[in-house]
């Protein structure tokens, strides 16, 4: 089969191999903290120092994490796919820029950037941000947050993920237990769902797993590869 618009859906699971720890498999602690009491806004209005600390020790660690095979083959895919590829992801990390990636829709945003809760512009910032950290338009402090989209808030770029969703003749998803919504529901939402072809490549099955056509179970580092040369053609004969 020639498909002519892929998108694919990665989470936790396609960085798991690369060192960051998922979240599931963590009894839903991030680093070791309650996801309410750092990952909301209500938490960043009560204790916006313990929030900042957090998210610092995580954009820390991108320094200490590289691209898996996983994610090199899915930029290996997007140059040599004679088509268009839409990699939507629910990791916050910078592994699949740094594998090469192109165009990469965070919906639920990036730990490499920061917002200004004042004037409301978007930065790229690899250090430590604390309340004492000025922005770089407004000057003001404190003002920035985390770049990251907080439960209870809206997902980015909604609209053109469902566009691409309805127009895809393939749907991929990659390392995610689907367990939180709305990216749980993309699959539900390919374009007229019978007529495209549905793939969650993931450790075990996840919780959305019978919506899918086709379940390839096992090492995001090992599967994907796989996928993407026969994505490509590669290795067929003739
Ligand atoms: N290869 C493939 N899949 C893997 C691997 C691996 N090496 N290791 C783990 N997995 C699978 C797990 O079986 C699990 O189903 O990846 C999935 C990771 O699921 P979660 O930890 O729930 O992560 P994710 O689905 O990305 O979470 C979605 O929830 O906590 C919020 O905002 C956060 O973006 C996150 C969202």
């Keep these: 089969m020639r498909y002519r618009e892929i998108?694919?859906?990665?989470?936790?699971?396609v960085s798991a191999e690369s060192g960051v720890r998922t979240f599931r498999d963590n009894n839903g602690l991030w680093e070791d903290h309650r996801v309410e009491d750092v990952a909301t806004s209500e938490?960043?209005?009560?204790?916006p120092?313990?929030?900042?600390?957090?998210?610092?020790?995580?954009?820390?660690?991108?320094h200490h994490i590289a691209p898996n095979p996983a994610h090199l083959a899915l930029a290996r895919l997007e140059r040599e796919f004679d088509g268009r590829v839409t990699l939507v992801t629910q990791n916050v990390d910078?592994?699949?820029?740094?594998?090469?990636?192109?165009?990469?829709?965070h919906m639920h945003g990036e730990l490499r950037r920061v917002r200004c809760t004042r004037c409301d512009t978007v930065h790229h910032w690899l250090d430590d941000c604390t309340q004492r950290s000025r922005c770089p338009n407004c000057g003001q402090a404190p003002s920035l947050r985390?770049?990251?989209v907080w439960f209870g808030e809206m997902p980015f770029e909604m609209e053109a993920?469902?566009?691409?969703?309805?127009?895809?003749?393939l749907f991929v998803s990659i390392g995610t237990s689907g367990s939180v919504y709305p990216?749980?529901?993309?699959?539900?939402?390919?374009?007229?769902?019978g007529e495209a072809h549905t793939i969650e490549v993931n450790l075990e099955p996840s919780a959305g797993a019978s919506r899918f056509a086709e379940h390839r179970n096992g090492k995001a580092g090992a599967l994907v590869p796989v996928l993407v040369d026969e994505l490509l053609g590669v290795g067929r004969s003739g």
């Design 7 to 13: 998108v694919i859906l990665t989470g936790a699971g």
């Design 146 to 148: 985390p770049n990251i």
């Design 43 to 47: 938490a960043f209005a009560r204790d």
């Design 161 to 169: 993920i469902h566009d691409r969703l309805t127009r895809c003749d």
């Design 94 to 105: 910078d592994l699949h820029e740094r594998a090469g990636s192109r165009d990469v829709i």
């Design 183 to 193: 990216a749980a529901g993309f699959v539900s939402n390919v374009r007229h769902a």
């Design 49 to 62: 120092n313990l929030v900042q600390r957090f998210y610092n020790l995580r954009r820390n660690q991108l």
